[in-house]
């Protein structure tokens, strides 16, 4: 492998995020069509949603990888390393597949002179990719919104839809229920959609979008059920109704009872699967639980103190994170590492957080879109807590490790950005919490 090739291709590749982001299909569409539109040569389950995506393209991965199928995986953004995104069984694609797709898909840009966003560009990698090596299935995560999202341009006969809120307000509005219609737009004629919407306005949102396009739409909560089950609190143990099909005493690896939302959409998407055709048995949807692994979703990396990592950007996310915390861990103190954007409601998740922690340390990341962590701690000040500054991420984490007890819990959060960079602080330099500690990567 040439790294320096390698490397010339993600140079060019994340050059392009210099243009932004462009919801809209056109571009995206001629590309795919001059390569022989390879996402429509796949069966595929579509997952959008406001919070849950990712987890949920990741139970349903695993479900059908144990179930000796051969998956690909699309999921956005990734926290160290580009290739993250695009996987077959949960192996990232290898650096020269990635630097030779990266350049016949530039010399296609450029003798079309179509422009192109890094999403979308990312988008056509993924689809040429998997339809080249042959996967069986593809699970698919939206991007952003749905409707205009690169993504939507896939074959998709099952799509999900695991929740509804406010975030990326400025390409989606503030209005709920035309960002529900956005969302909703997944959904494919003929197709099968399962959504956890408990909102009766939103629902029927989701429900007009199925009926003009024919679509079978089941509902969390009324059509099928998920019910917690007392177990091992680093877990998540609950119970899988829809139908006749009863699933008792299933566990999943990580923590949050949303989770079990999640999980329970999952499971029934690949249900919906074994009437397609694929052949998936209750030993395969036990296993695929319980193997499902994704990082920086209240993932515990540490103990003693306690290290919790989660990609919580937006009020929804942050609410579902605290209350998983509380219910899941013990301890004395919350110590919170935190970096947000500018381009989300800074003081709602403020408000939120300051119920959790009590001492903060404050951070910037992924500049200009980084919150300056001054502007952070003039909010804390209206709730009485107290805060550092810190230039470096790993000053912070340094600052937080000198004064952690430990029967304290670590929750560093806010953003996806922080979440990776903090991850490569611990690979570069694994002394962050290793005296005496024990870490738990990917619990």
Known sequence: MNESNYQNALDYIYSL???????????????????????????????GGTNGKGSTAAITESILK??????????????????ERIQINRQMIEKQQTAELIFRVKSAVESLKIPVTFFEFGTILAFLY?????TDINVIEVGLGGRLDATNLCEAEISIITSISRDHTQYLGDDLKQITFEKASIIKESGT????????????????????????LYRLGVDFQVAPEAGNNEKTSFNYKWGS????????????????????LALSACLALNKRGLNIEEKHLRQGLEKVSWEGRLEKVFSHPTVVLDCAHNEAGVRNMTIGLLEKFKFSRCLIVLALMQ??????????????????????????????????????????????????????LRAVKQIANQDDLICITGSIF???????CFNDENTFFSSGNTLHSGE
């Open 418 to 424: 922080l979440v990776g960079a903090v991850k490569k």
């Open 343 to 396: 381009d989300k409601k800074t003081d709602e998740i403020i408000k939120i957080l300051s119920r959790l922690g009590d001492q903060f340390f404050l951070v910037s990341v992924n500049p200009p879109r980084g919150e300056a962590p001054e502007k952070l701690a003039e909010k804390l000040k209206v709730h009485n807590k107290p805060s550092q500054t810190f230039g470096t991420v790993s000053d912070a």
């Open 66 to 83: 144990a179930s000796g199928y051969k998956v690909g995986l699309y999921t956005s953004p990734h926290l160290l390393d580009f290739r």
């Open 193 to 216: 959609v399962f959504a956890h919407i408990p909102e009766e306005e939103l629902f029927q949102v989701v429900s007009d979008v199925a009926r003009m396009r024919s679509a079978d």
């Open 130 to 134: 998997f339809h080249e090596q042959n």
């Open 245 to 264: 099909q009863v699933l008792n005493n299933l566990t999943l690896p990580l923590i949050g009872d949303f989770q079990r939302n999640n999980a329970g």
């Open 17 to 47: 995020t210099q243009s932004g982001i462009k919801l809209g299909l056109k571009n995206t569409s001629r590309l795919l069509h001059h390569f022989g539109n390879p996402q429509l040569k796949t069966p595929t389950v579509h997952i």
